[in-house]
């Protein structure tokens, strides 16, 4: 191949070359570049057409004043987008959102207000000191259960409320179930202290009828009673399980009442209440100062349980 055959062949590629570099102007200025006046009518020379958003816009996005829409309350009226228009779905232009009418905004405070008395249903668990009196013919309990070496355990109450009406006074049914302990030594009767431990568990089981009267956000008053069962359940360590008096069982019958000193602790942290409405259906959860009298006869024994008792514990409202 010769050299002028060389250079014809390399001059046709070098034109080729730029004619494929070839390019045309994109009509996007650096800062700066264009008077201000030219470069805003250079952005509204399609009035139905708006480049740099993600969609078109079906109406003219220009606006009078020669003003941009898209810098929130830059402008007014008539002059603000369609709240419709969306960059994108879900995504409202920016500075319609001020323009709505079913735009709701709250706090947590404003929420609890609004769900406080909401509630369906309510549970609590209570612990109550053993301040009750067990009376039969010897004195055998307090000489048992409240001499030296004893256990007075105290009860632990489960409560489930059901309102039926919660209108200026809350009305609601009440049924509850107790487990109680106590332990201690036998006496003999000179009055001396056996090896043999007695172990004494009591069953309460309640059904009642209670009302509540609501002082504000803060605190409730809260009464509850109706019929009660109390099982008795008394076991000794010095019996083999074939004697009799190994373990001895009783239930009697009378009458519980309840009254709560009731605090919400939900007003009291409004972000904590609303993790437990999102989370549990939980409308108020409130500490409880309670007082328990009970009255019990019928065992079938001459005992007695009666007398009054206090106690502290929770109490959990929800949906």
Request: glycine share 10%; proline share 3%; no cysteine.
């Amino acid at each position: 191949m010769n050299g002028n055959l060389i250079k014809k062949i390399s001059f046709v590629l070098i034109l080729a070359f730029f004619n494929f570099a070839h390019a045309e102007d994109m009509g996007q200025n650096l800062p700066n570049q264009l008077p201000e006046d030219e470069f805003n009518n250079g952005h509204y020379e399609n009035d139905d057409y708006a480049g740099h958003l993600s969609n078109q816009q079906t109406e003219s996005v220009k606006p009078e004043s020669g003003e941009t829409s898209f810098i929130p309350h830059a402008l007014e009226g008539e002059q603000l987008l369609p709240t419709n228009e969306l960059l994108h779905p879900a995504v409202p232009a920016a500075g319609t959102m001020a323009n709505l009418e079913n735009i709701y905004t709250s706090s947590d405070a404003e929420d609890f207000k609004q769900r406080i008395n909401s509630g369906e249903r309510s549970f609590s668990f209570y612990y109550l000191k053993d301040n009750f009196t067990y009376q039969n013919d010897r004195g055998i309990y307090d000489s048992t259960y409240r001499g030296s070496g004893s256990q007075e355990g105290g009860s632990l109450h489960l409560s489930m409320d059901g309102y039926f009406n919660r209108k200026y006074v809350d009305l609601f049914w009440n049924l509850g179930a107790g487990f109680g302990y106590n332990q201690g030594k036998g006496k003999f009767v000179t009055g001396d202290t056996s090896d043999t431990t007695f172990k004494l568990w009591t069953l309460p089981v309640d059904m009642g009828l209670g009302f509540s009267i609501v002082l504000g956000r803060w605190i409730k008053l809260t009464a509850t009673g109706g019929p009660s069962a109390l099982g008795l359940y008394q076991n000794r360590d010095d019996r083999s399980p074939e004697e009799d008096d190994k373990s001895v069982r009783q239930i009697g019958f009378g009458y519980y009442a309840t009254g709560k000193v009731q605090i919400s602790l939900s007003s009291l942290m409004s972000r904590q209440a609303f993790e437990m409405f999102r989370d549990y259906n939980v409308t108020n959860t409130l500490l409880d100062f309670i007082v328990r009298t009970q009255n019990y006869t019928k065992f079938s024994k001459e005992i007695t349980v009666s007398g009054t008792s206090v106690g502290l514990g929770i109490s959990f409202e929800y949906l």
